[in-house]
RNA sequence: GGCCCCAUAGUCUAGCGGUCUAGGACGUCGCCCUCUCACGGCGAAAACAAGGGUUCAAGUCCCUUUGGGGUCACCA
């Protein structure tokens, strides 16, 4: 009955590298890892670049990077090897197009030619009726089979869809949630094969696993609405399917799924801010897992030792930056002095950060002793504006404007890869340009929410070296505070 | 809106039919310790979403409602 009784557990994370390094990443690679050593199975990282539109070019080494840092390291993955290569999916592509063939002469899956605009109106015209399905109308799917081959032939550009059963139900078979049934007629005929040839997740996701020879697919629950087509896909191959998990989602303080828009996200914010790795992850265990009795603090190996899925609660959690600051306390208080140091040394007191803090200070200072005070803002997380709260402004505009225009400044960063002072004074004029404030005072309204000082190195300077997470942080934070007051 | 998931205090959770007048933790408040602050110690307020069943007995099982969330892409 069980999947994969009879076979080595197997399981993994896939990432895909279109942005920072998620929390959620590291909070589903910690119960994969913990699973997979719990059972004496293997851990693989795949990297699911099959977008290449998104796709970031520091990304993949900031996952990596990142969830060693946390402490989660991999036995199989692009960076380590393995025997289950290429583990990254944009070096996989002829394996995909192979098995999209192999459905194609099935059977189950057909070549569809339908333009981006086709499919756009017959979304509009379903939405616009307030249709309770919408999805793919199928409009392909009787085209005849040689006459669909010749076009791909002449190179007519075409996706690969699945032909999905018409009728029925499709089973899954979660381990946390039990059985969980699906109508075929809400599950339209997903492409397999995108126009440009890449596999969409669906079809690399199950090809993978199937090859990688993964038994157990411990993924978020936002993916559970996906995995009746996962299923399906499993079927058309003929392939065993592996035994699905699916854990809560973390969560916003409003409950909605955790999003950088309401929550620091990015496992880097967590390191600049000051964080231990082990607080963290321990504080990730804590997220839907709970040890048994009422230990609240364990290691990872502690974890291994106790972990069973029952233990799993289901509610969405919410991230309480509160609760995990209690706990990192914990773990600091537990450090020796000597640990400590290091910690500190390891962190923004490293030779490496000052060495970036220097040049900006070295003309400012006449004494050493002039160094700590005035660089305070480098090594904090947020800043305490109470000091400068009435200066936190733009002359004719409202509070509420001021916040909005510091958030629209965090959206601006956000959309540009790279962060030195070159890339941020130039998405800061332009940002001052749009909002049609001075550069004067649009500047100084920054270096108050960066520094909270009026006086500091050059802003832009300032920024690059503080770091994308902690600006972000505290344009954010300082946008709260504005948007209150208003 | 269709489908799916979830439901114990503001938050994270224990509870797997009787031992629950519901336990722990964060946060909040109070007291103690103390040269200050912090740590620490002690204590307090605070929850089984609602309504129906099943049962001798329901926070625990079932149904409905309500609420929250996810998902409906040539993104993952």
């Not at 993994?12 to 890892?33: E, K, W």
């Not at 913990?34 to 539109?53: C, H, K, Y």
């Not at 997220?287 to 291994?304: A, C, H, I, Q, Y």
Request: aromatic share 10%.
């Amino acid at each position: 009955m069980s999947p994969s009784a009879d076979r080595p557990v197997r399981v993994r994370i896939a990432p895909s590298p279109t942005g920072d390094p998620h929390v959620g990443t590291a909070y589903i690679a910690l119960f994969n890892l913990v699973f997979a050593r719990q059972q004496g199975g293997t851990f693989v990282l795949r990297i699911e670049d099959t977008d290449q539109s998104r796709a970031r070019a520091d990304s993949e080494q900031m996952i990596y990077d990142a969830l060693r840092w946390v402490g989660l390291s991999w036995d199989e993955g692009p960076d380590v090897g393995g025997p289950f290569g290429p583990y990254r999916q944009s070096e996989r592509k002829d394996i995909y197009r192979q098995h999209a063939d192999l459905l194609l002469a099935r059977g189950e899956a057909y070549r569809c030619f339908c333009t981006a605009d086709r499919l756009a109106q017959v979304r509009a015209e379903q939405q616009a009726r307030k249709a309770s399905f919408l999805g793919y109308d199928r409009h392909c799917r009787g085209l005849d089979r040689a006459e669909a081959d010749r076009r791909s032939a002449e190179g007519e550009v075409h996706v690969v869809r699945l032909a999905a059963p018409l009728d029925g139900k499709v089973v899954v078979e979660d381990r946390l949630r039990g059985t969980v049934e699906f109508d075929v007629h809400q599950i339209d005929d997903q492409v397999l094969l995108k126009s440009d040839g890449m596999p969409t997740y669906h079809l690399a996701n199950v090809v993978d696993d199937h090859l990688m020879e993964i038994t157990h697919v411990i993924r978020a629950e936002e993916w559970i609405s996906s995995t009746p087509k996962h299923v399906l896909l499993y079927k058309a191959f003929g392939w065993q399917e592996p035994a699905w998990h699916h854990m809560p989602l973390l969560r916003n303080v409003d409950k909605s799924k955790i999003s950088k828009r309401k929550n620091p996200v990015s496992i880097n914010y967590y390191r600049d801010a000051g964080f231990l790795p082990h607080a963290l992850l321990n504080f990730l265990a804590l997220m839907g897992w709970s040890f048994g009795d009422d230990r609240e603090k364990f290691t990872l190996d502690e974890m291994v030792g106790a972990f069973s899925w029952d233990k799993v609660s289901l509610g969405g959690p919410v991230f309480d930056l509160d609760k995990l600051t209690w706990l990192n306390e914990k773990y600091v208080h537990d450090l020796s002095y000597e640990q400590l140091v290091d910690a500190l040394l390891g962190w923004r007191l490293s030779r490496q950060h000052l060495i970036k803090v220097m040049p900006l200070v070295r003309e400012r200072i006449k004494r050493l002793d002039e160094f700590v005070p005035l660089t305070e803002y480098f090594f904090s997380g947020d800043l305490d504006y109470t000091a400068v709260a009435g200066e936190l402004s733009v002359p004719d505009v409202a509070p509420a404007g001021v916040a909005q225009g510091l958030l629209a400044l965090v959206e601006k960063l956000e959309a540009r890869e790279g962060w030195d002072a070159k890339v941020l004074e130039e998405e800061g004029r332009a940002w001052a340009t749009e909002l049609g404030w001075k550069t004067k005072h649009a500047f100084m309204l920054l270096r108050l929410v960066v520094t909270a000082r009026k006086a500091s190195p050059p802003l832009f300077d300032t920024m690059a070296v503080l770091g994308k997470e902690v600006t972000r942080r505290r344009l954010r934070q300082a946008a709260e505070l504005l948007a209150r007051k208003a």
